[in-house]
């Protein structure tokens, strides 16, 4: 699945630093989610955006965490003042606008390691 | 709140042996139950799902059951192959919330040749 675009793959930070996580979504697709993986847990839902609008942010942590989806440009996962809590792999998921139930498309994830 | 329970792994198979990956789910409602799969170096992406109960969902050789009774959703194959090594996500969301899916935590698959 190499139509979801995300980067840094990788990313390090110290505590305190930010840190901006790009998804770039599918051709076509006007829909991006994020979610996070916790180690040992499963993906959580964070947020849900269409073109310069928000769509449910009811998983988003309610401080130091933001996302966007501009008109033009990929969506940004903005962290601000990282803690080590925040350490974890961040999935961008896209879809076209007519969601067919669950099916969204994932990239491989941007793993954010927080010194 | 939802949640969904994998079993434990890694699991390691020889090729063509049977494949049962245990998914059990707690939900309120009818909710739409999804299994994911994540291939080295890639996103995970959707292998099957089911919307209703004893729905069965199947791709690529592998199958899961819709079960109320006993809320699961367990995958199987019968004859696994070396390129079914992945990662394995088990999912729901609930109704009329397609795109919010709860995972499982995945399980690791190797297959030997």
């Known amino acids: 699945n190499a139509g979801v675009m995300q980067n840094p793959r990788h990313l390090v930070r110290r505590r305190g630093q930010e840190a901006r996580l790009r998804c770039s979504p599918m051709k076509g697709h006007s829909h991006v989610y994020w979610y996070r993986q916790l180690p040992e847990e499963g993906l959580k839902f964070m947020v849900y955006l269409q073109k310069e609008n928000i769509i449910d942010e009811s998983g988003m942590p309610k401080e130091r965490f933001s996302a966007e989806f501009p008109k033009e440009g990929p969506s940004i996962l903005r962290i601000q003042q990282v803690v080590r809590g925040d350490s974890a792999a961040y999935f961008c998921?896209?879809?076209?606008?007519?969601?067919?139930?669950?099916?969204?498309?994932f990239g491989e994830g941007s793993r954010l390691t927080v010194l | 709140g939802d949640s969904v329970t994998q079993m434990e792994g890694p699991v390691t198979l020889s090729e063509e042996a049977f494949l049962t990956i245990n998914c059990t789910y707690t939900?309120?409602?009818?909710?739409?139950l999804f299994w994911y799969v994540q291939y080295p170096g890639e996103g995970l992406q959707l292998l099957l799902k089911?919307?209703?109960?004893?729905d069965k969902g199947s791709n690529k050789g592998f199958e899961a059951t819709y079960r109320k009774e006993t809320t699961s959703f367990h995958l199987e194959k019968g004859s696994v192959q070396v390129s079914d090594s992945a990662v394995y996500f088990c999912a729901l969301s609930p109704p009329g919330a397609n795109s919010k899916l709860t995972f499982g935590k995945g399980i690791t698959l190797s297959v030997r040749p």
């Open positions: 089911a919307t209703k109960a004893d």
């Open positions: 998921a896209s879809s076209p606008p007519w969601v067919v139930a669950g099916e969204l498309f």
């Open positions: 939900a309120t409602g009818y909710p739409s």
